[in-house]
């Protein structure tokens, strides 16, 4: 079955340096993977969408990568600031529909 | 705001009653989703409608759970005879129904609560 796996445990990076989180799935390549950033209490937002046929893909100073070798997607938050502290959720599609899967999420804290 | 609403936030209700939520996609949007999730949990997915029809539904979805989407707007979600395996936190959200875009915009949520 499609699974999601990502690093249950938080991971804590100090402001200004680089956080990578890694976002890991099962089965065959998904059409693309999608992560979004989930605050406490609130519904999860969008962030980037990463189709398989693209190696990297960036917004501000946010990067993700797909290598559909390893069967895993890097999340890259670079200059990290304490604001960036949130709850990171890949996902992929189930199939060709729209229905997602989602992982469990990896809480990042920001350390000032 | 445009964005995707959610009513009402909170609901705390005891086992056996039953259940309604409400959401309201963002206007342009044709599909609407549904989800559950649990504290250190992704959301789960329920069901998922394109404009008014329901084109699919989670296995997990028990008899208990029903939702609608009239009219192709506004959707509800309804619980029946609650238990507290439902305590939950109930996400809404929305996206467009034309070209390549897959992401989901969705709403604050509403966290239920079974005593």
């Known amino acids: 079955s499609q699974k999601i796996e990502q690093n249950s445990e938080a991971l804590n990076i100090q402001e200004g340096k680089t956080a990578t989180l890694t976002c890991n799935y099962t089965n065959y390549s998904p059409a693309y993977l999608q992560w979004y950033r989930q605050d406490p209490g609130r519904g999860p937002v969008f962030l980037l969408l990463i189709r398989e046929n693209e190696k990297e893909k960036r917004k501000e100073r946010l990067k993700v990568t797909f290598d559909t070798t390893l069967k895993q997607s890097l999340f890259h938050i670079t200059a990290s600031q304490p604001a960036d502290s949130a709850t990171y959720l890949c996902a992929r599609p189930r199939g060709s529909n729209y229905q997602l899967i989602w992982g469990a999420g990896t809480k990042l804290i920001i350390k000032p | 705001d445009t964005g995707v609403s959610q009513n009402p936030r909170h609901k705390i209700t005891k086992r056996g009653q039953n259940v309604t939520f409400r959401c309201d996609p963002i206007?342009?949007?044709?599909?609407l989703y549904w989800y559950r999730q649990t504290l250190g949990q992704g959301p789960e997915f329920l069901t998922y409608f394109q404009n008014e029809a329901q084109l699919e539904k989670s296995r997990l979805l028990s008899d208990r759970f029903s939702a609608e989407r009239p009219k192709g707007s506004f959707s509800t979600l309804e619980i029946q005879r609650t238990e507290q395996g439902d305590s939950a936190m109930y996400l809404c959200?929305?996206?467009?129904?034309?070209?390549?875009?897959?992401?989901?915009?969705f709403g604050p949520g509403t966290r239920l609560t079974v005593t």
């Open positions: 206007s342009e949007h044709n599909r």
């Open positions: 959200a929305s996206s467009p129904g034309q070209g390549r875009t897959y992401e989901q915009y």
